[in-house]
Structure formats: structure tokens, C-alpha cells
């Protein structure tokens, strides 16, 4: 179970990690009654990600503009989910912007800590230089001290971030999570840490052991593939052994496969944009990652191709994906692996797009294939393109 960020926010202060004041905003009319001072940031409580480029986090200098900001910001669908409540906090003018996180390995099977001095949104453009610190025995400050000085980190700065990471093990191991993240952590000129975002996922396994958890569920928004799963023939990801997956359910008739959050976000927008209608999207994860168990994405592929493929409205199917270590040839044996076993053979338009190392060969070899359902694109353009007008009812073609 996934917390918002306010949720998250109230466990940081139950073990002292510092956070700025806030309300959380029901309506727009609360902010009349706001508590905080102005300047205020008003932020989008949903589950995806990406909600600043989005436009779910906006700035307020007084009561007229936060009214106006908060009506805008509950319209405002992020990768199909509409926020039920707002976050008001006061703003905060970080000098520098960290990133912290403890998270169970699946492969390993222990806590990992992990660390990067440029957070926020640069994460995403750094995040090779993410340090690892694995926690193989009993907890120690040593773990978060090495953290913080592999982050390059000096001076005071290694005690005040290592002082965070320590508690947000403790957090870890208090509510049996499997993940606590800040992102980012601020550090003011004058050295002090604050944490302006959090992420916290709770081992739902461990949900009876902690009733207050419970409670913060029965009061959140569920999430959209839950609420949506009647559009699912009832079939939750769980039925298709996709654990730490996220499949997002929308109402329309066109499905999304890809593998990264961000080349997932950008094709969902570029759908959007080109007046597609998405009626189901998966992120299958990269190649290799710390969320994911160890297995191969070509397993996750055929995993998730079951699942998409029993979505209602279904009409097309947009596979965009791209290859590194795991090449794309070997994306494309796994996709006709997949065609030849099903029985009876999938009849849904499939449009593939690959990318990376030998695509070429790998489209190739698709088109060998000669089934009249798959089509074979090395443009993303064209794909989105034929993947909408097949959606749409369009007949198959080359």
C-alpha cells in the first residue's frame, strides 16, 4: 500500500524527520481558513509520480490565488488519478536539494540504503550517481555515516544527513515498510535538512500488524487500478504475479505497454496529445532494478501482456519499448514466444515499437513473423499514430 505525501509526512514527525507546516486542503473553501502563512505551495495528493511537471504543485501568495490554484489542481488528472485532497505547506527556498531512501532489496532480501547529492527533479538525470549502502547485519549510525560521506557530502552535512537516514530506518523497520523516501531533502545556507516530499510503501503482508496504517487506508483515496478493477474482468495485477507493478486502468480502448517510468509518462502524454484513449497502461520496470524481483524483463513482458490483454474495451495495444543489456532481439524472441503459445491466438492489433541496441534485427525479425495482427514501427510517431487509429477501429496494416 502506497501513502500520500501528507500520510508519509505525519509518520516523518512521529520520529522526528523535519518537515514544514501544512494543512491538508478537502475543498477549495478551506483555504479561507488556512493556518500557514502565505507564501504557500499547494500540491496534488495522488500516487503517481511526476506531478510537478504535470502541474499538480502550484505557488499561492494569497487567499484569492490559492482558491483559484486548488480549483485547478482538483480537475487536474495526473496519469488518470483526480486528487481528493490537497497539500498546503509553506514555501521553502532550498540552497541544495539531496535524495535519501531506505528500501527492501528483493533479490538480497535486506535493507538498502540509498543516497544522492542532486535530488528533486535532477534525480531523474543523475540517477547513475545514486550510492548504495547495503544493510547486511544488525543497524548501526556506521551504515548512514557511509551513506552520507559516499555522497560526496562533508562537514556538518554528513552528521545532519546521516541523522535522517538513521531515522528513516527506523521508521523502516517500525511499520515493516518497504520503502521511505525523501525526495527531496532541502539543505538551507545555513546547513539545516528539511524534507520537502515523501513516499512510503507499507508491506501490505504486514497491514494487520499495524492498525494505524490500516486506518490511513480506509481514509484514503483507493487507488485507481483498484477502483477500476471491474474493468479488469475482476483480475487484479496480483492474478498475474506482476508484484511491485503499478497497471493504471483508464476508460478508454487503447493499451500501453513500456518499460521505465519515464518513457511510460512521455508515451502516455504523447497519446494524449495526439487525442489517443488509453484503456490501460503498465510500466514493466527496467531491465534491472531494486523494486523489482530477479527476474528478467522478457518475463515481465509475458506477464504483462497476459494482464493488458484481459482488459475490457481493449482494441489495440501500444508496445513501446527499448532495449539495453537485455537487447532487443531478446524483447522480440520473447514477444513471438509469446504470440505462438497463446491459444486461441491473440487477435488484438499489436503495434511494437523498439529501440536500443539492434533494433533493427530485432524488428526484423518480428516481421518474419508475418502475423497479421503485429506491426512492426521504428518511428514512435508513426506507432502512437496507427495504435490510436487501430483503437479506433481502424482495419490492421503495414
Known amino acids: 500500500m502506497d501513502l500520500l505525501e501528507y500520510q508519509a509526512k505525519d509518520l516523518f514527525q512521529k520520529v522526528g524527520i523535519p518537515i514544514l507546516p501544512s494543512q491538508r486542503i478537502d475543498h477549495p473553501k478551506d483555504l479561507k481558513q488556512l493556518r500557514i502563512p502565505y507564501p504557500i505551495v499547494l500540491k496534488s495528493q495522488v500516487y503517481a509520480g511526476g506531478r510537478g511537471k504535470a502541474g499538480g504543485v502550484r505557488f499561492a501568495e494569497n487567499t484569492i490565488d490559492a482558491v483559484a490554484a486548488a480549483q485547478a489542481i482538483f480537475h487536474l488528472p495526473i496519469l488518470g488519478q483526480y486528487p481528493e485532497v490537497l497539500l498546503a505547506e509553506a514555501k521553502y527556498e532550498p540552497d541544495q536539494e539531496l535524495y535519501l531512501a531506505v528500501v527492501l532489496d528483493p533479490s538480497l532480501r535486506r535493507p538498502l540504503l540509498l543516497g544522492a547529492r542532486e535530488g528533486g527533479m535532477a534525480l531523474e538525470a543523475t540517477s547513475r550517481q545514486i550510492q548504495q549502502v547495503l544493510v547486511d547485519g544488525e543497524f548501526s549510525p556506521f551504515y548512514a555515516r557511509r551513506l552520507a560521506i559516499n555522497m560526496g557530502l562533508t562537514g556538518e552535512l554528513i552528521e545532519s544527513v546521516s541523522a535522517i537516514a538513521e531515522k528513516m530506518y527506523r521508521l523502516f523497520l517500525t511499520y515493516d515498510l518497504d520503502l521511505v523516501e525523501i525526495n527531496p531533502l532541502a539543505v538551507n545556507p545555513a546547513g539545516e535538512v528539511m524534507a520537502l516530499d515523501g513516499k512510503i510503501t507499507v508491506n501490505d503482508a504486514a497491514l494487520g500488524r499495524h492498525p494505524d496504517l490500516l486506518a490511513m487506508q480506509s481514509g484514503a483515496r483507493p487507488s485507481l487500478s483498484s477502483a477500476a478493477g471491474p474493468a479488469c474482468n475482476g483480475l487484479a495485477a496480483g492474478a498475474f504475479d506482476l508484484p511491485n507493478l ?6 478508454g480502448s487503447l493499451g500501453i505497454l513500456c518499460n521505465g517510468a519515464g518513457l511510460t509518462m512521455a508515451t502516455l502524454d504523447l497519446v494524449d496529445q495526439a487525442g489517443g484513449q488509453p484503456s490501460a497502461c503498465l510500466n514493466l520496470g527496467g531491465e534491472s532494478s531494486y523494486r523489482l524481483p530477479p527476474d528478467t524483463l522478457c518475463d515481465r513482458l509475458e506477464k504483462g501482456l497476459d494482464w493488458i490483454l484481459k482488459t475490457q474495451r481493449l482494441q489495440s495495444v501500444l508496445l513501446n519499448l527499448l532495449g539495453g ?13 509469446y504470440l505462438k503459445q497463446q491459444r486461441p491466438p491473440v487477435t488484438v492489433p499489436l503495434v511494437v515499437r523498439l529501440g ?3 533494433a533493427a534485427a530485432a524488428r526484423k525479425q518480428l516481421a518474419a513473423l ?3 495482427m503485429l506491426v512492426v514501427l521504428d518511428s514512435l510517431d508513426e506507432a502512437i499514430t496507427k495504435a490510436i487509429a487501430l483503437s479506433e477501429g481502424a482495419r490492421v496494416g503495414r
Do not use: D, Q, S
Not at 246 to 251: A, Q, S
Open 356 to 358: 536500443g541496441a539492434h
Open 246 to 251: 503499478n497497471p493504471m486502468l483508464f476508460p
Open 325 to 337: 543489456v537485455e537487447t532487443c532481439n531478446a524483447v522480440a524472441r520473447a514477444i513471438a514466444r
Open 370 to 372: 508475418n502475423l497479421p
